[in-house]
Nanobody, 119 residues
Framework: QVQLVESGGGLVQAGGSLRLSCAAS????????MGWFRQAPGKEREFVAT????????WYADSVKGRFTISRDNTKNTVYLQMNSLKPEDSALYYC????????????WGQGTQVTVSS
């Protein structure tokens, strides 16, 4: 089992920045592929970014490429999402997720942290 707890969400003006954190426990964090997803009201959950277990490989949705950066600190069992140049359409509930290995389904999910971007 893996427990994931997100933090760092909030209200920010368009053009601003936020950094989300996701603390993991319960399993060797350094073996997990980690991802960030988001879901806006009335919309399906969508992929935002993913990072390999070592942190050497990252992948982003086109909508956030160049503005968001995913990173991880395996000594702190934490994954981050730095969000810059935020837009109102980035407003959503952001979820952290963990997969046991690359290309595996994300089996573990956090409770989410709300990000609201005002225009």
């Amino acid at each position: 089992q893996v427990q994931l707890v997100e933090s760092g969400g909030g209200l920010v003006q368009a053009g601003g920045s936020l950094r989300l954190s996701c603390a993991a426990s319960g399993r060797t964090f350094s073996s997990l592929t980690m991802g960030w997803f988001r879901q806006a009201p009335g919309k399906e959950r969508e992929f935002v970014a993913t990072i390999s277990s070592s942190g050497g490989v990252t992948w982003y949705a086109d909508s956030v490429k160049g503005r968001f950066t995913i990173s991880r600190d395996n000594t702190k069992n934490t994954v981050y999402l730095q969000m810059n140049s935020l837009k109102p359409e980035d407003s959503a509930l952001y979820y952290c997720a963990a997969a046991p290995y690359a290309a595996a389904p994300y089996d573990y999910w956090g409770q989410g942290t709300q990000v609201t971007v005002s225009s």
